[in-house]
């Protein structure tokens, strides 16, 4: 997920001063890190496997159909996107994940020509478009389609708490009368105070990817859904993606696969001051490049960013101190996302373009900050790469959930979806973008 500068500082704030004190400790830390640690395992020996055979394979493309979904909820804000607009998205996708230096951005932050990045055998091909006149249709008609017991499985998804009590993890019998009470109170709501009040404060996104996903999604685990959405309803947030263990049979968001992008990130995009969809004075020159897609779609291919920190809530550990952060071990450390670093340490304003080549956030450890990967939170005149370990994680992704297209379950595959889903948990979620785009659900419902 992509934030604005600001929230993004305001985030390791929270993440450096509230969630880190003996106050609110986290119950299920070595129950996630247990998992990382599989999870990690499971890679290896993935990687492993594929380095036997890798010299015989041709390199085939992989290539992945994308539909685009527009909410236009205000045709006077530009908030409507026509084709042009979108084919030229796809190309930024295409340039980007076949490694060519970005034709449409030829110079970066400096002004110097981009320089090539590694292919990835990933290609995109724009295969069709929806246009909504209302932000919110159908998520009426979907949340009468959600049983209990899905939306029950969402709930012990987003508080493992409960989960751990009621199956017997946590030892502990006041734990597991609190949560069986807790349980009941949510079966005795409706199923829209189920959805858009309770779950919806604990992860506003993933609930809208499941209301979304079951009424427009098109396609298959292997099918790219960009539902693009007004900076009205995304106000502090570029873009929100799911990560590809969802999208499997069982799993609590099977529906919920694909990216949640914000207007004003879409290439070209120049609002004036006071547009929902202007993010000028937030962003570092994403408006104009288009590169919120190319960091959301790795998410969908599983990445995470280089500074991702596992267990920093309970621990206050940094990315310095816990190095399977992104389980990629060609990311050098980093201790905090680059957005962070310029505006805490170098002092810039939020909207002025920042790329601090030779910043090393983890002085003792190998290797300094990548902050032209696009995993980052760099200026996207800036970012223009992935790394090795990178492709080779978003190809054994690809294998693992959406290349045979069943979205099914194997026990190898659980192990590494479950540790991946223990690190996505941690990841902050914009307060303002959920009490906003929820105060409009509930408005139109």
Same mark, same amino acid.
């Given at each position: 997920?992509?934030? /604005?500068?600001?929230?993004?500082?305001?985030?390791?704030?929270?993440?450096?001063?509230?969630?880190?004190?003996?106050?609110?400790?986290?119950?299920?830390?070595?129950?996630?890190?247990?998992?990382?640690?599989?999870?990690?395992?499971?890679?290896?020996?993935?990687?492993?496997?594929?380095?036997?055979?890798?010299?015989?394979?041709?390199?085939?493309?992989?290539?992945?159909?994308?539909? /685009?979904?527009?909410?236009?909820?205000?045709?006077?804000?530009?908030?409507?996107?026509?084709?042009?607009?979108?084919?030229?998205?796809?190309?930024?996708?295409?340039?980007?994940?076949?490694?060519?230096?970005?034709?449409?951005?030829?110079?970066?932050?400096?002004?110097?020509?981009?320089?090539?990045?590694?292919?990835?055998?990933?290609?995109?091909?724009?295969?069709?478009?929806?246009?909504?006149?209302?932000?919110?249709?159908?998520?009426?008609?979907?949340?009468?389609?959600?049983?209990?017991?899905?939306?029950?499985?969402?709930?012990?998804?987003?508080?493992?708490?409960?989960?751990?009590?009621?199956?017997? +993890?946590?030892?502990?019998?006041?734990?597991?009368?609190?949560?069986?009470?807790?349980?009941?109170?949510?079966?005795?709501?409706?199923?829209?105070?189920?959805?858009?009040?309770?779950?919806?404060?604990?992860?506003?996104?993933?609930?809208?990817?499941?209301?979304?996903?079951?009424?427009?999604?098109?396609?298959?685990?292997?099918? +790219?859904?960009?539902?693009?959405?007004?900076?009205?309803?995304?106000?502090?947030?570029?873009?929100?993606?799911?990560?590809?263990?969802?999208?499997?049979?069982?799993?609590?968001?099977?529906?919920?696969?694909?990216?949640?992008?914000?207007?004003?990130?879409?290439?070209?995009?120049?609002?004036?001051?006071?547009?929902?969809?202007?993010?000028?004075?937030?962003? /570092?020159?994403?408006?104009?490049?288009?590169?919120?897609?190319?960091?959301?779609?790795?998410?969908?291919?599983?990445?995470?960013?280089?500074?991702?920190?596992?267990?920093?809530?309970?621990?206050?550990?940094?990315?310095?101190?816990?190095?399977?952060?992104?389980?990629?071990?060609?990311?050098?450390?980093?201790?905090?996302?680059?957005?962070?670093?310029?505006?805490?340490?170098?002092?810039?304003?939020?909207?002025?373009?920042?790329?601090?080549?030779?910043?090393?956030?983890?002085?003792?450890?190998?290797?300094?900050?990548?902050?032209?990967?696009?995993?980052?939170?760099?200026?996207?005149?800036?970012?223009?790469?992935?790394?090795?370990?990178?492709?080779?994680?978003?190809?054994?992704?690809?294998?693992? /959930?959406?290349?045979?297209?069943?979205?099914?379950?194997?026990?190898?595959?659980?192990? +590494?979806?479950?540790?991946?889903?223990?690190?996505?948990?941690?990841?902050?979620?914009?307060?303002?973008?959920?009490?906003?785009?929820?105060?409009?659900?509930?408005?139109?419902?």
């Amino acid at each position: 997920m992509k934030l /604005y500068a600001r929230a993004a500082l305001h985030t390791a704030s929270l993440l450096a001063f509230s969630r880190h004190t003996a106050a609110s400790p986290n119950p299920t830390a070595l129950f996630r890190n247990d998992l990382a640690q599989k999870s990690n395992q499971d890679f290896m020996a993935w990687k492993h496997r594929r380095a036997e055979d890798e010299a015989e394979k041709s390199a085939t493309a992989t290539v992945v159909d994308v539909y /685009y979904h527009v909410f236009i909820s205000n045709i006077t804000n530009g908030d409507d996107v026509d084709d042009s607009i979108l084919e030229k998205q796809t190309a930024i996708l295409n340039e980007a994940y076949s490694g060519k230096a970005s034709t449409f951005n030829p110079t970066d932050c400096d002004g110097n020509p981009t320089p090539d990045g590694i292919d990835t055998s990933f290609r995109f091909r724009f295969a069709g478009v929806t246009r909504n006149e209302d932000s919110v249709a159908g998520v009426k008609e979907a949340i009468d389609s959600v049983t209990e017991d899905e939306a029950v499985a969402i709930l012990l998804q987003e508080d493992p708490a409960i989960f751990k009590a009621l199956q017997g +993890l946590h030892g502990n019998q006041t734990l597991f009368d609190e949560a069986e009470t807790k349980l009941e109170a949510f079966k005795n709501m409706t199923r829209q105070d189920q959805l858009l009040n309770f779950l919806g404060e604990l992860n506003v996104f993933r609930v809208l990817f499941t209301l979304y996903g079951r009424t427009q999604r098109v396609g298959d685990c292997s099918t +790219l859904n960009v539902w693009v959405v007004s900076g009205e309803a995304m106000p502090s947030t570029y873009g929100v993606a799911a990560k590809p263990h969802w999208c499997r049979e069982g799993d609590a968001y099977q529906y919920a696969d694909g990216v949640l992008l914000n207007r004003g990130a879409l290439p070209d995009s120049n609002f004036p001051a006071g547009n929902p969809n202007d993010l000028s004075n937030y962003a /570092y020159d994403v408006a104009s490049r288009g590169d919120t897609l190319v960091h959301e779609v790795g998410h969908w291919l599983n990445l995470e960013h280089p500074d991702s920190v596992i267990d920093s809530p309970s621990t206050g550990r940094t990315g310095c101190d816990y190095l399977t952060g992104d389980y990629v071990t060609d990311t050098p450390a980093s201790g905090m996302g680059t957005s962070t670093y310029c505006v805490a340490v170098l002092g810039l304003a939020p909207n002025e373009p920042c790329c601090p080549k030779g910043a090393d956030t983890c002085p003792h450890l190998e290797g300094e900050d990548d902050v032209t990967n696009f995993m980052s939170y760099s200026s996207d005149c800036c970012t223009n790469s992935f790394t090795e370990g990178q492709i080779l994680r978003m190809k054994h992704s690809w294998e693992a /959930y959406r290349g045979n297209n069943t979205g099914e379950s194997t026990a190898e595959n659980d192990d +590494l979806a479950k540790g991946t889903a223990s690190a996505a948990q941690l990841k902050s979620i914009s307060t303002c973008a959920s009490v906003v785009l929820f105060a409009l659900l509930l408005n139109a419902l």
